[in-house]
């Protein structure tokens, strides 16, 4: 089988590279990445002999078709990925979330090739700390910010495709990720690093933000199910029942690093921030039988900080550069 991975130079598209490498030896991979500055060319380096790498991008209609001309499926990761930025300047998010699945699916319609969706929880806005709700299937759509908000869009024309056309679709939404390759701007990967480098991990607003976390793998895994169990037009939820507020994680990191775990700030508040995410994976347990192999977030969290330590070459030359931005924005407050 020879799978078309965008974004497989990213945090969860590099991961998902190397599972099906270790895992699938009958699947060719061929990656598609504009490498972005989100997007590294080192997280592919263990696997780099055993697949093809396309520096390009999905936008580009040209390329994209003829990528798709040649593979029996596409799972598409590749876009802007990080609220804060968005938040600064949406147009790259409209140009590749939105325009860039509108030229794969395009592709995908005119060859009959069967695509995989990757999307995120965050299109169904979010919930209120004391709710005893998740999100499902059936939630609707209530994004916030202008990253879900073109993810959000991207889900609506892939389902328009499936109805319309007839093309050949799942779609994922999975919760908050973790694990090894993140970028340092996300929370986890940017509070772990902090603490390696003796600088206090920065907390926005309360810290009381809940996210449903989920190790790369569990998530990638469910992937694969859903493209070899899953029914076509259909939409499942990704998530392992990983709810923790913000705050327990920068102290379970401290404390992990063996430092003080109060020894963090608070700083200004993501404007819009989201509550509370919460997945219900009900669907994707009962009807196509997926289980999370990571059940113990502290023991995952664990495992994502000695990679951290082990790997600091990957992540250091991006540090710096990441913080500058963050400073320019961001001020310490009171608890
Ligand atoms: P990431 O930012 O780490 O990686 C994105 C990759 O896409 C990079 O390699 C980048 O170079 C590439 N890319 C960006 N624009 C491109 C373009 N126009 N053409 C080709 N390549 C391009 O993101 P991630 O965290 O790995 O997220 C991957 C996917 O998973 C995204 O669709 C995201 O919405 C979704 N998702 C992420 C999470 C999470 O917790 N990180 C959770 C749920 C869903
Ligand atoms: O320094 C920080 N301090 C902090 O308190 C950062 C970077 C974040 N946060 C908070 C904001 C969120 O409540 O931590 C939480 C997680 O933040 P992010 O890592 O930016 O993730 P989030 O905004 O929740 O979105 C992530 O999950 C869903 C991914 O970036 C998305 O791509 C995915 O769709």
């Known amino acids: 089988m020879r799978v078309l991975v965008t974004g497989g130079a990213g945090f969860i598209g590099a991961n998902f590279v190397h599972q099906t490498v270790a895992e699938r030896p009958d699947v060719a991979v061929t990656v598609l990445d504009k490498l972005t500055y989100a997007g590294n060319l080192d997280s592919l380096d263990p696997v780099k002999d055993k697949i093809t790498f396309v520096h390009g991008d999905v936008a580009d209609t040209a390329l994209v078709d003829r990528l798709v001309a040649d593979t029996d499926l596409v799972v598409h990761f590749a876009a802007e990925s990080h609220n804060d930025n968005s938040l600064h ?8 979330n939105l325009i860039g699945t509108f030229a794969l699916l395009e592709a995908v319609r005119k060859y009959d090739v069967r695509y995989h969706h990757i999307s995120t929880d965050e299109v169904y806005g979010d919930l209120a700390l004391d709710d005893p709700a998740k999100f499902t299937e059936a939630t609707a759509y209530n994004p916030s910010s202008p990253y879900s908000s073109t993810k959000a869009g991207s889900d609506l024309l892939v389902r328009a495709w499936v109805r319309s056309f007839g093309v050949r679709a799942t779609i994922s939404n999975c919760s908050n990720n973790y694990g090894p390759y993140q970028h340092v701007e996300k929370f986890i990967p940017r509070q772990i690093t902090n603490v390696l480098l003796g600088v206090r991990p920065k907390l926005y607003g309360s810290g009381t933000n809940v996210r449903d976390w989920i190790h790369v793998d569990d998530h990638n895994r469910a992937v694969w199910t859903i493209i070899d169990k899953g029914t076509i037009g259909e939409t499942y939820l990704i998530g392992a029942d990983g709810e923790t507020d913000n705050r327990t994680v920068v102290e379970t990191v401290l404390e992990l690093c ?3 775990p109060s020894d963090f700030d608070f700083v200004t508040d993501r404007p819009g921030h989201d509550l509370r995410y919460a997945i219900d994976a009900t669907r994707l347990r009962t009807e196509l039988g997926w289980q999370p192999v990571y059940q113990d977030f502290r023991s995952g969290l664990q495992a994502t900080i000695d990679w951290y330590r ?5 992540w250091r030359p991006h540090k710096d550069a990441t913080e500058v931005a963050y400073s320019r924005t961001e001020q ?3 608890p």
């Open 332 to 334: 310490l407050i009171q």
């Open 258 to 260: 063996g430092k003080d």
């Open 310 to 314: 082990a790997n600091e070459a990957w």
């Open 89 to 96: 300047d949406p147009s790259p998010f409209v140009q590749t």
